[in-house]
């Protein structure tokens, strides 16, 4: 077996690197403040000391590098583990395909942790349950996303948000489901997979979805009211095979994919094109972590 582990970037290094001033005036205005992003990176280094430890005992080779510069496994890589806390399991789940993937919540102090299998402190008897086989795998259905008929590089686990690129303005696309298509307009419009169902869109008053199935839902959000306009396609659920497809009616839209920092303009006659795409191996993920 070889390993890869991706870790996250503690946000005091990324203000390191990206703003050393605004570190310096944090450290004398606001002491507080840069001691919990301090400690917060110090428990993070030393979970990926532990993970990196417990591999080297086990006899696993393997490879450590940040989640900035990570673009996908080696060929003869058997396992990737993730160590930080759900935006990295997303984050790295974009550059997999076959390989599966363990997660490690470097900080369960701040983090859920909703698809790690364990805290680094139990990494080291998780790994154990791997070698001997007797972990849980689940597969994670994903999106595949298409814009304007082309292949978008990376595949939606958790969810997607179509809205207007300033929030205080009005969405404005034709929503089509199978046979049925409508124009809307709204605040925009919630996409998620059964994984993503827990998130924003539970928040918006989506249904949550069975874990391994093969689902896709919608939800459209703040849809405007008028005397002339009453909507259909407000909310549904569908097989992913079905799929769902949105062309844009603005000049500036916005597509977000698993959170802020994949996205892609939307604009006047865009189409967004949505179907079943590779699912997601993950190791010891534990379903009721959904109910907390």
């Avoid at 993070?44 to 496994?73: K, N, Q, W, Y």
């Avoid at 935006?87 to 395909?97: F, I, M």
């Avoid at 459209?220 to 396609?233: A, D, F, S």
């Avoid at 844009?248 to 802020?260: R, W």
Wanted: overall charge negative; glycine content about 8%.
């Amino acid at each position: 077996m070889r390993a890869e582990v991706v870790h996250k970037i503690p946000k005091l290094e990324v203000l390191r690197r990206t703003d050393s001033e605004q570190v310096d005036l944090l450290r004398h205005r606001d002491r507080p403040a840069w001691e919990r992003l301090h400690d917060a990176a110090e428990r993070h280094d030393a979970s990926v000391r532990a993970v990196m430890e417990a591999l080297a005992r086990a006899g696993i080779p393997s490879t450590c590098v940040g989640r900035d510069a990570f673009r996908g496994p080696r060929a003869d890589t058997d396992l990737v583990i993730a160590v930080g806390g759900d935006g990295t399991v997303l984050d790295v789940s974009h550059h997999l395909r076959t390989t599966p993937m363990l997660g490690v919540n470097s900080d369960p102090a701040t983090s859920v942790g909703y698809f790690c299998a364990c805290s680094s402190q139990e990494f080291e008897v998780t790994l154990e349950h791997l070698v001997l086989g007797v972990i849980s795998r689940m597969r994670l259905c994903r999106i595949a996303i298409q814009h304007n008929g082309t292949a978008f590089e990376y595949p939606c686990l958790n969810d997607i948000l179509l809205t207007s690129a300033n929030p205080a303005m009005m969405s404005r696309y034709t929503l089509a489901a199978g046979s049925r298509s409508e124009q809307q307009a709204s605040s925009g419009i919630w996409i998620s997979t059964p994984a993503g169902s827990t998130a924003g869109i539970r928040s918006a008053g989506g249904s949550v979805l069975p874990l391994e199935g093969d689902l896709i839902q919608y939800l459209v959000r703040e849809p405007y009211v008028g005397k002339l306009v009453r909507y259909e396609l407000l909310r549904g659920v569908r097989h992913l095979h079905e799929g769902l497809e949105v062309q844009s009616l603005m000049q500036n839209g916005q597509v977000f994919i698993d959170g802020p920092y994949i996205t892609f303009p939307f604009r006047l006659g865009d189409t967004l094109t949505l179907r079943e795409g590779v699912p997601l191996t993950i190791l010891g993920m534990d379903p009721a972590l959904r109910e907390r």
